[in-house]
Protein backbone atom coordinates (compact mmCIF):
# COMPACT_ATOMS: atom_id res chain seq x y z
CA UNK A 1 0.00 0.00 0.00
CA UNK A 2 0.84 3.65 -0.29
CA UNK A 3 1.70 4.08 3.01
CA UNK A 4 4.39 1.08 3.30
CA UNK A 5 6.77 2.28 0.51
CA UNK A 6 9.55 4.28 1.78
CA UNK A 7 10.27 8.21 2.46
CA UNK A 8 12.47 9.65 0.07
CA UNK A 9 14.58 10.87 3.49
CA UNK A 10 14.54 7.01 4.46
CA UNK A 11 17.66 5.21 4.14
CA UNK A 12 18.12 1.08 4.30
CA UNK A 13 18.17 1.08 8.34
CA UNK A 14 14.96 3.18 8.50
CA UNK A 15 13.13 0.94 6.25
CA UNK A 16 14.29 -2.13 8.84
CA UNK A 17 13.88 -0.09 11.61
CA UNK A 18 10.13 0.66 9.93
CA UNK A 19 9.67 -3.21 9.87
CA UNK A 20 10.90 -4.31 13.54
CA UNK A 21 8.64 -1.78 15.05
CA UNK A 22 5.57 -2.60 12.86
CA UNK A 23 6.19 -6.46 13.88
CA UNK A 24 6.47 -5.29 17.66
CA UNK A 25 3.27 -3.19 17.84
CA UNK A 26 1.35 -5.84 15.76
CA UNK A 27 2.22 -8.86 17.55
CA UNK A 28 3.57 -7.65 20.99
CA UNK A 29 1.54 -4.43 21.60
CA UNK A 30 -1.75 -5.45 19.76
CA UNK A 31 -2.48 -7.99 22.18
CA UNK A 32 -1.74 -6.33 25.36
CA UNK A 33 -3.71 -3.63 24.01
CA UNK A 34 -6.55 -5.38 23.21
CA UNK A 35 -6.38 -7.67 26.38
CA UNK A 36 -7.65 -4.53 28.47
CA UNK A 37 -11.80 -4.14 29.71
CA UNK A 38 -13.61 -2.85 27.11
CA UNK A 39 -13.57 0.81 26.89
CA UNK A 40 -10.29 1.13 29.15
CA UNK A 41 -8.55 3.84 27.51
CA UNK A 42 -5.52 3.74 30.02
CA UNK A 43 -2.04 3.19 28.79
CA UNK A 44 -1.11 -0.76 29.69
CA UNK A 45 2.08 -0.46 31.34
CA UNK A 46 2.91 -4.17 30.43
CA UNK A 47 3.32 -3.02 27.00
CA UNK A 48 6.16 -0.65 27.66
CA UNK A 49 8.28 -3.09 29.77
CA UNK A 50 7.63 -5.41 26.66
CA UNK A 51 9.44 -2.23 24.72
CA UNK A 52 12.18 -2.05 27.08
CA UNK A 53 12.85 -6.15 26.74
CA UNK A 54 13.55 -5.60 22.81
CA UNK A 55 14.87 -2.43 23.48
CA UNK A 56 13.07 0.07 21.86
CA UNK A 57 12.29 2.30 24.72
CA UNK A 58 15.57 4.00 24.76
CA UNK A 59 16.35 4.38 21.17
CA UNK A 60 16.56 7.60 20.88
CA UNK A 61 19.46 8.09 24.34
CA UNK A 62 22.93 7.21 23.94
CA UNK A 63 24.19 3.44 23.95
CA UNK A 64 26.58 4.27 27.14
CA UNK A 65 23.26 3.33 29.33
CA UNK A 66 21.48 1.52 26.75
CA UNK A 67 20.13 3.01 23.75
CA UNK A 68 20.77 3.03 20.53
CA UNK A 69 21.19 6.48 19.49
CA UNK A 70 18.76 6.67 16.86
CA UNK A 71 18.25 10.07 14.42
CA UNK A 72 15.22 12.28 14.24
CA UNK A 73 13.70 10.41 11.39
CA UNK A 74 14.26 7.06 13.51
CA UNK A 75 12.26 8.43 16.05
CA UNK A 76 9.43 9.90 13.70
CA UNK A 77 9.38 6.32 12.30
CA UNK A 78 8.87 5.15 15.83
CA UNK A 79 5.70 7.98 16.38
CA UNK A 80 4.28 6.97 13.17
CA UNK A 81 4.22 2.94 13.90
CA UNK A 82 2.62 3.54 17.69
CA UNK A 83 0.11 5.99 16.11
CA UNK A 84 -1.19 3.19 14.27
CA UNK A 85 -2.23 1.38 17.14
CA UNK A 86 -3.50 4.21 18.98
CA UNK A 87 -2.41 7.91 20.08
CA UNK A 88 -1.97 6.81 23.28
CA UNK A 89 1.12 4.22 22.52
CA UNK A 90 2.87 8.02 22.01
CA UNK A 91 4.70 6.37 25.37
CA UNK A 92 5.47 2.97 24.25
CA UNK A 93 8.88 3.50 22.26
CA UNK A 94 11.95 6.03 23.33
CA UNK A 95 11.95 8.21 26.20
CA UNK A 96 9.91 10.60 25.20
CA UNK A 97 10.75 14.10 27.39
CA UNK A 98 13.53 12.46 29.43
CA UNK A 99 15.62 13.45 26.57
CA UNK A 100 15.59 16.89 27.62
CA UNK A 101 17.47 15.12 30.61
CA UNK A 102 19.87 13.24 28.01
CA UNK A 103 20.69 16.28 26.18
CA UNK A 104 21.17 18.95 29.85
CA UNK A 105 21.13 16.87 32.58
CA UNK A 106 23.88 16.47 34.68
CA UNK A 107 26.05 13.29 34.37
CA UNK A 108 24.39 12.17 38.18
CA UNK A 109 21.18 12.75 36.67
CA UNK A 110 21.62 10.94 33.57
CA UNK A 111 23.37 7.97 35.70
CA UNK A 112 20.20 8.19 37.57
CA UNK A 113 17.33 8.47 35.63
CA UNK A 114 18.42 7.26 31.93
CA UNK A 115 19.02 3.52 32.72
CA UNK A 116 15.02 3.84 34.62
CA UNK A 117 14.18 5.06 31.89
CA UNK A 118 15.18 2.24 29.18
CA UNK A 119 13.95 -0.20 31.31
CA UNK A 120 10.23 0.96 31.19
CA UNK A 121 10.53 1.81 34.81
CA UNK A 122 10.13 5.08 34.54
CA UNK A 123 8.64 8.43 32.61
CA UNK A 124 9.45 11.75 32.41
CA UNK A 125 6.54 14.29 32.58
CA UNK A 126 6.87 18.27 31.65
CA UNK A 127 5.20 20.88 33.43
CA UNK A 128 4.83 24.44 31.74
CA UNK A 129 1.23 25.17 31.18
CA UNK A 130 -0.20 27.69 33.96
CA UNK A 131 -3.74 28.89 34.86
CA UNK A 132 -2.98 32.39 33.31
CA UNK A 133 0.22 31.18 31.20
CA UNK A 134 -0.68 29.16 28.12
CA UNK A 135 0.59 29.83 25.09
CA UNK A 136 2.49 32.93 26.66
CA UNK A 137 4.63 31.02 29.11
CA UNK A 138 6.95 33.91 29.67
CA UNK A 139 4.01 35.03 31.97
CA UNK A 140 4.65 32.10 34.13
CA UNK A 141 4.10 32.41 37.87
CA UNK A 142 6.01 29.41 39.27
CA UNK A 143 9.42 30.35 40.74
CA UNK A 144 12.95 28.33 41.05
CA UNK A 145 14.55 29.87 43.62
CA UNK A 146 18.01 29.91 45.35
CA UNK A 147 18.07 28.23 49.02
CA UNK A 148 21.37 27.34 50.36
CA UNK A 149 21.98 24.00 48.69
CA UNK A 150 19.22 23.58 46.89
CA UNK A 151 16.48 25.76 44.60
CA UNK A 152 12.83 26.05 46.65
CA UNK A 153 10.28 25.31 43.82
CA UNK A 154 7.09 26.82 44.39
CA UNK A 155 4.01 26.73 41.80
CA UNK A 156 0.97 25.26 40.12
CA UNK A 157 0.91 23.58 36.63
CA UNK A 158 -2.03 22.92 35.30
CA UNK A 159 -3.50 21.13 32.04
CA UNK A 160 -0.59 18.83 31.91
CA UNK A 161 -0.37 14.63 31.58
CA UNK A 162 1.10 11.80 33.17
CA UNK A 163 0.40 13.45 36.87
CA UNK A 164 0.45 10.34 38.44
CA UNK A 165 2.43 7.91 36.42
CA UNK A 166 5.47 10.02 35.85
CA UNK A 167 8.53 9.60 37.93
CA UNK A 168 9.57 13.18 37.80
CA UNK A 169 8.56 16.38 36.23
CA UNK A 170 11.00 18.85 34.14
CA UNK A 171 8.97 22.08 35.69
CA UNK A 172 9.67 25.24 33.85
CA UNK A 173 9.62 28.67 35.92
CA UNK A 174 11.36 31.79 36.88
CA UNK A 175 14.45 32.95 39.03
CA UNK A 176 13.26 36.59 39.43
CA UNK A 177 9.42 37.27 39.68
CA UNK A 178 9.69 40.26 37.43
CA UNK A 179 12.18 38.48 34.67
CA UNK A 180 10.83 36.98 31.16
CA UNK A 181 13.60 34.06 31.68
CA UNK A 182 12.88 30.91 32.79
CA UNK A 183 14.73 27.97 33.98
CA UNK A 184 13.98 23.79 34.02
CA UNK A 185 15.02 21.52 36.74
CA UNK A 186 13.50 18.02 37.53
CA UNK A 187 11.63 17.60 40.34
CA UNK A 188 11.40 14.30 41.44
CA UNK A 189 7.55 13.31 41.95
CA UNK A 190 7.53 10.37 43.62
CA UNK A 191 6.30 9.88 46.85
CA UNK A 192 7.30 13.90 47.63
CA UNK A 193 4.83 15.08 50.43
CA UNK A 194 5.28 18.72 48.47
CA UNK A 195 3.46 17.73 45.41
CA UNK A 196 -0.43 17.62 45.65
CA UNK A 197 -2.22 16.31 42.52
CA UNK A 198 -5.64 17.21 41.02
CA UNK A 199 -7.04 14.83 38.27
CA UNK A 200 -9.23 16.58 35.56
CA UNK A 201 -11.06 14.01 33.17
CA UNK A 202 -10.72 14.81 29.34
CA UNK A 203 -12.32 14.61 26.26
CA UNK A 204 -9.09 12.61 24.57
CA UNK A 205 -6.19 11.20 24.97
CA UNK A 206 -7.14 9.51 28.26
CA UNK A 207 -4.29 6.75 28.42
CA UNK A 208 -2.32 9.04 31.06
CA UNK A 209 -4.22 10.81 33.92
CA UNK A 210 -4.69 14.28 33.49
CA UNK A 211 -4.55 17.57 35.30
CA UNK A 212 -2.25 20.08 37.54
CA UNK A 213 0.23 19.28 40.08
CA UNK A 214 1.06 22.04 42.67
CA UNK A 215 4.53 22.19 44.11
CA UNK A 216 4.81 23.38 47.70
CA UNK A 217 8.35 25.05 48.04
CA UNK A 218 9.94 21.81 47.20
CA UNK A 219 13.88 21.93 47.98
CA UNK A 220 15.65 20.55 45.01
CA UNK A 221 19.07 19.82 44.78
CA UNK A 222 20.78 22.48 42.50
CA UNK A 223 21.97 19.56 40.48
CA UNK A 224 18.71 19.18 39.16
CA UNK A 225 18.86 22.34 37.37
CA UNK A 226 18.76 21.66 33.64
CA UNK A 227 21.26 23.64 30.78
CA UNK A 228 22.09 26.78 31.88
CA UNK A 229 19.99 29.01 34.57
CA UNK A 230 17.88 31.48 33.20
CA UNK A 231 17.79 29.90 29.56
CA UNK A 232 15.29 27.30 29.87
CA UNK A 233 13.50 28.59 26.89
CA UNK A 234 16.41 27.71 24.73
CA UNK A 235 15.83 24.13 25.83
CA UNK A 236 11.67 24.68 25.36
CA UNK A 237 12.19 25.94 21.77
CA UNK A 238 15.00 23.21 20.97
CA UNK A 239 12.70 19.97 22.45
CA UNK A 240 9.02 21.08 21.15
CA UNK A 241 10.34 21.71 17.91
CA UNK A 242 11.04 17.94 17.55
CA UNK A 243 8.40 16.72 19.31
CA UNK A 244 5.26 18.71 17.54
CA UNK A 245 6.77 16.55 14.49
CA UNK A 246 6.80 13.67 16.22
CA UNK A 247 3.19 13.96 17.15
CA UNK A 248 2.46 14.79 14.05
CA UNK A 249 3.52 11.77 12.44
CA UNK A 250 1.82 10.20 15.37
CA UNK A 251 -1.71 11.73 14.79
CA UNK A 252 -0.84 10.82 10.59
CA UNK A 253 -0.23 6.78 11.86
CA UNK A 254 -3.77 6.92 13.61
CA UNK A 255 -4.80 8.37 9.97
CA UNK A 256 -3.56 5.97 8.24
CA UNK A 257 -5.11 3.20 10.11
CA UNK A 258 -8.20 4.76 9.94
CA UNK A 259 -7.65 4.60 6.13
CA UNK A 260 -6.83 0.94 5.95
CA UNK A 261 -10.15 0.27 7.52
CA UNK A 262 -12.41 1.92 6.02
CA UNK A 263 -10.74 0.77 2.26
CA UNK A 264 -11.14 -2.89 3.73
CA UNK A 265 -14.73 -1.70 4.94
CA UNK A 266 -15.69 -0.07 1.50
CA UNK A 267 -14.86 -3.07 -0.59
CA UNK A 268 -17.50 -5.37 1.73
CA UNK A 269 -19.73 -2.73 2.30
CA UNK A 270 -23.27 -2.99 -0.19
CA UNK A 271 -25.33 -0.77 -0.88
CA UNK A 272 -28.26 -0.92 -3.70
CA UNK A 273 -26.49 -4.00 -5.01
CA UNK A 274 -22.66 -2.97 -5.14
CA UNK A 275 -19.97 -2.62 -2.91
CA UNK A 276 -19.77 1.26 -1.62
CA UNK A 277 -16.28 1.45 -2.71
CA UNK A 278 -17.77 1.30 -6.42
CA UNK A 279 -18.92 5.10 -6.10
CA UNK A 280 -17.51 7.75 -7.44
CA UNK A 281 -17.81 9.61 -3.84
CA UNK A 282 -16.12 7.09 -2.06
CA UNK A 283 -13.46 6.56 -4.29
CA UNK A 284 -12.25 10.25 -4.06
CA UNK A 285 -12.97 10.41 -0.88
CA UNK A 286 -10.62 8.25 0.26
CA UNK A 287 -8.20 9.42 -2.74
CA UNK A 288 -8.21 13.02 -1.35
CA UNK A 289 -7.79 11.73 2.33
CA UNK A 290 -5.06 9.30 1.18
CA UNK A 291 -2.88 12.37 -0.96
CA UNK A 292 -3.27 14.51 1.65
CA UNK A 293 -1.62 12.17 4.53
CA UNK A 294 1.09 11.32 1.95
CA UNK A 295 2.09 14.78 1.19
CA UNK A 296 1.92 15.38 5.27
CA UNK A 297 4.36 12.71 5.78
CA UNK A 298 6.64 14.23 3.10
CA UNK A 299 6.63 17.59 4.98
CA UNK A 300 7.25 15.72 8.65
CA UNK A 301 10.09 13.59 7.29
CA UNK A 302 11.98 16.60 5.65
CA UNK A 303 11.75 18.72 8.60
CA UNK A 304 13.37 15.76 10.47
CA UNK A 305 15.85 15.31 7.81
CA UNK A 306 16.59 18.81 8.26
CA UNK A 307 17.01 18.79 11.94
CA UNK A 308 19.15 15.21 11.35
CA UNK A 309 21.22 17.20 9.28
CA UNK A 310 22.20 20.83 11.61
CA UNK A 311 19.82 22.73 9.79
CA UNK A 312 17.54 24.93 11.94
CA UNK A 313 13.71 23.45 11.56
CA UNK A 314 11.24 25.52 14.11
CA UNK A 315 9.05 26.72 11.45
CA UNK A 316 9.08 23.31 9.55
CA UNK A 317 7.97 21.91 13.03
CA UNK A 318 5.56 24.47 13.50
CA UNK A 319 4.05 23.66 9.54
CA UNK A 320 4.11 20.28 10.06
CA UNK A 321 2.41 20.22 13.28
CA UNK A 322 -0.19 22.62 11.97
CA UNK A 323 -0.51 20.63 8.96
CA UNK A 324 -0.68 17.43 9.53
CA UNK A 325 -2.72 17.41 13.05
CA UNK A 326 -5.51 19.17 10.76
CA UNK A 327 -4.83 16.61 7.62
CA UNK A 328 -5.15 13.63 9.94
CA UNK A 329 -8.46 14.51 11.93
CA UNK A 330 -10.11 15.27 8.51
CA UNK A 331 -9.24 11.89 7.65
CA UNK A 332 -10.34 9.96 10.30
CA UNK A 333 -13.67 12.09 10.05
CA UNK A 334 -13.83 11.31 6.81
CA UNK A 335 -13.04 7.73 7.12
CA UNK A 336 -15.76 7.98 9.75
CA UNK A 337 -18.59 9.51 7.21
CA UNK A 338 -18.17 6.36 5.10
CA UNK A 339 -18.33 4.01 8.06
CA UNK A 340 -21.78 6.10 8.59
CA UNK A 341 -23.83 4.73 11.99
CA UNK A 342 -20.99 2.11 13.05
CA UNK A 343 -18.49 4.57 12.73
CA UNK A 344 -20.05 6.61 15.58
CA UNK A 345 -20.02 4.20 17.66
CA UNK A 346 -17.06 2.80 20.34
CA UNK A 347 -16.78 -0.33 18.85
CA UNK A 348 -14.70 0.98 16.49
CA UNK A 349 -11.48 3.43 16.91
CA UNK A 350 -12.64 6.42 14.76
CA UNK A 351 -14.50 8.13 17.39
CA UNK A 352 -11.23 7.69 19.74
CA UNK A 353 -8.83 8.91 17.34
CA UNK A 354 -10.95 12.24 16.47
CA UNK A 355 -11.00 13.11 20.30
CA UNK A 356 -7.58 12.37 20.59
CA UNK A 357 -5.94 14.01 17.17
CA UNK A 358 -8.42 16.88 18.58
CA UNK A 359 -6.37 17.36 21.35
CA UNK A 360 -3.51 18.10 19.54
CA UNK A 361 -4.64 21.39 17.85
CA UNK A 362 -3.99 22.47 21.35
CA UNK A 363 -1.14 20.26 22.99
CA UNK A 364 2.32 21.52 22.06
CA UNK A 365 1.18 24.69 20.58
CA UNK A 366 -1.75 25.71 19.64
CA UNK A 367 -2.61 26.20 15.90
CA UNK A 368 -2.42 29.99 16.60
CA UNK A 369 1.09 29.69 17.78
CA UNK A 370 2.23 27.70 15.07
CA UNK A 371 0.61 30.24 12.53
CA UNK A 372 3.12 33.10 14.80
CA UNK A 373 6.32 31.24 14.38
CA UNK A 374 5.86 30.67 11.02
CA UNK A 375 4.47 33.78 9.88
CA UNK A 376 7.76 35.41 12.20
CA UNK A 377 9.97 33.81 10.09
CA UNK A 378 7.97 34.72 6.47
CA UNK A 379 7.54 38.78 7.33
CA UNK A 380 10.61 38.64 9.75
CA UNK A 381 10.48 39.69 13.31
CA UNK A 382 10.19 43.73 13.18
CA UNK A 383 7.09 43.44 11.35
CA UNK A 384 5.95 40.36 13.10
CA UNK A 385 6.04 42.58 16.39
CA UNK A 386 3.90 45.33 14.58
CA UNK A 387 1.28 42.58 13.51
CA UNK A 388 -2.56 44.43 14.35
CA UNK A 389 -3.66 42.32 17.24
CA UNK A 390 -0.02 41.30 18.52
CA UNK A 391 0.64 41.83 22.41
CA UNK A 392 4.07 40.79 23.27
CA UNK A 393 6.75 41.96 21.38
CA UNK A 394 8.66 38.40 20.26
CA UNK A 395 12.02 38.19 22.60
Known amino acids: MLFDKPMPYWNDHHQRLQQEIRTFVEHVATPIWHSRLPHDERFPWAARVAAAKVGLTGIDLSPAYGGRNADFVSQGIAFEE????????????????????ARHGSPDLKEHWLPRIIR???????????????????????MISSNGNCYAVHGKKSYISRINEAAAFIIFGKTHPDDTHLSAILVD???????????????????????????????VPKENMLGVIDEGFSIFEEHFSNWRIFMA??????AAASMHEVIAYSQTRYSFNSPIAK??????????SMSAIYTARLLCYQSLWLKDNGYDNATEAAMSKLVAVKIAFDAVNGALQIMGARGYTNQYFFEKRLRDIRGFMIADGTNEIMKSIISKDIFGKDMYNTMIGRGRKYE
Open 249 to 254: LLCLGA
Open 189 to 219: TQNNPAIERTEIPTMGVRGWSYGSITIHDDC
Open 120 to 142: GEALIGVGITEEEAGSDIRSMKT
Open 279 to 288: FQSIMFAIAE
Open 82 to 101: CGRLDIDARELIGSGHGAII
